[in-house]
């Protein structure tokens, strides 16, 4: 048990069940009173896993991340990636991805990128917009 | 007699038989792909299943889980790197056969025990599931609902290494599903008044992200720049005589029975399954010592007990509502997709399709012997030529465009997002995230029939817990939430009289 993020841990859901409770004693009736319930029960186990951490728990290490470096460009692309589909059109924002995330995290052979990228789009542009019909957000060169 | 008729041309309709063949042959693939796991695959595949027949959805998570379990084996045995969690068992003797020289025998060794615990396993689901679902006919919406707790409870408390947390996750489960309008007053509650929180937070939505998005962060920090070389891979023929498969016979029995009894079990997974079974068939050895050395038993035990486990954790999943294991969380959720509430009504009202989900669970462990078979298995293994890298944008794609397809909206990537890093550090801070789930699943039934009850009662709670059934269930519930208060106590006392 690391104890100071099983502190952290506990008073985040604490904090969360409390909130919860208070908003659902706003709300009428039977309404509330299950979400409320769950609300203070959900808050008492966050303090149970505090108070735990902070009786019992360690100052051992435990790392949130193996690479802390390729997990941040990894959710910064895709945080990008669901930003930009909206806005360039699901598959060409989809090929950018397969083509820039991998380049980023250290893949060194362009050609290989540009065909993977390729060969994948085509197969999910074959699946999902040939196959099952599904509508998905338009690509940017079609609005002009 | 007519349930029977309507059960085989259910599942023996064109669709359904294509979709266990292609997804058994998709299942190898992902199971021979280290990062990649059948929850994973499921999770990603469940949005696609929207348009689809229950039973065409059904037949491709059958095949999908069955043909996962055995593809785990082949890179445990070429590479020692369990494919899946549940092959770790299966390095063990495998990786030191491969390396003697012998990878195909074991190859072939896995596959069969593979196709042979998973058919032990639904004849299991086929015979027991029945006879429980019949059980449950006397049950009102107090029992509902304490099945529903007791469902919470158990993957709360066995799931994952601290009680508390899992518990602590189950009540967010529950929590995350009351957002929505209330089904039974129609009040909206925790909509912070956006119009698309007034239909409650997408199961599946939250489910890839939760346990999609881990793995896709895991890839990308291993940063898998080259893949296997083809040398690596190569494999030479191999027989296996009949007298060597004789001598299995006694392992195999033994680790579909401890498969069986595991994944019934809610909690345990195929991974527990394996370790019990590979320590069983090594107890139960003339030449314990060979074990760890490139015994062939130790894979054919290793194999069939993590196969064993798949049907028979949908054994209290289908007939209770309780899933055994993650995947049988996920099989629930492909049910809610088409408009079936899981809980013990399930059996009762769709005997057709949960017969039918059953007779695939049966032909999907049996396809692995025709997809698993060894030139088959020589172009699996071809698949870990590819570098881990190309994954992590290609898997961030199918979960988006997976997601957007239930219900065009943009919000719901970012839902999936945020519900996966949460995922991401959940597991990193030891909170498991399958009593999460239950909890979405759940916790609508739970609600609707605790509120049912009091309604029936005029409010008095007494009834909750005074009916013999409820009264059973409620204690079983509450014994299972005190038992590791319990147990932790105990070792302390004993750890203290130790000291003495």
Known sequence: ?144 | MDIVTQILSGVFAVGPVAAMIGASILGVFIGALPGLNPVMAIALLLPLTYSMEPLVALGMVAGIYNGSMYGGAIPAILLRIPGTPAAIATTFDGYPMAQRGEASRALKIACWSSALGGTASAIALMTIGPILARATLAFGPAEYFWIAMFGMASIGVLVGSDAVKGLMAATLGLLLGTVGLDQLSGAARFTFDQVWLLSGLDLIVILVGLYALPPVIALAEAADLKGLSAAQLKLEPAKVPWSEVRSFIPTWVRSSLIGIGVGILPGAGGNIAAFLSYNAAKSASKDPDSFGKGNPAGVAAAECGNNADNAASMIPALTLGIPGNVIAALVLGALLIHGLQPGPQLFHQNPGLVGGFMVQMLLTSLLILAVGGAAATKVFAQVQRLPGVLLVPTILVLMAVGVYVINGRVVDLWIMFAAGLAGYVFEKVNVPLAPIVLGLILGPMAEQNVRRALLISRGDITELVTRPISAVIALATLGLILFPIVAAFSRRRRAAAAKR
Do not use: C, N
Request: proline share 6%; glycine share 8%.
């Open chain 1, 1 to 144: 048990m690391e104890r100071r993020q099983d502190i952290a841990l506990g008073a985040i859901f604490a904090a969360l069940g409390l909130y919860a409770a208070v908003k659902a004693a706003a709300y009428s009736g039977a309404s509330g009173t299950y979400p409320m319930v769950l609300g203070l029960v959900l808050a008492g186990f966050g303090l149970l896993v505090a108070v735990k951490a902070a009786l019992r728990g360690q100052a051992m290490p435990r790392p949130l991340t193996d690479h802390t470096g390729r997990v941040i460009v990894t959710v910064t692309a895709g945080a990008i990636y669901l930003a930009l589909v909206p806005v360039l059109g699901f598959y060409t924002a989809s090929a950018l991805v397969v083509v820039a995330l991998p380049a980023a995290l250290g893949f060194r052979k362009p050609v290989y990128l540009v065909l993977t990228a390729a060969v994948f789009v085509a197969i999910v542009w074959s699946v999902f917009s040939i196959v099952l019909e599904k509508p998905l957000p338009t690509e940017f060169w079609q609005t002009f």
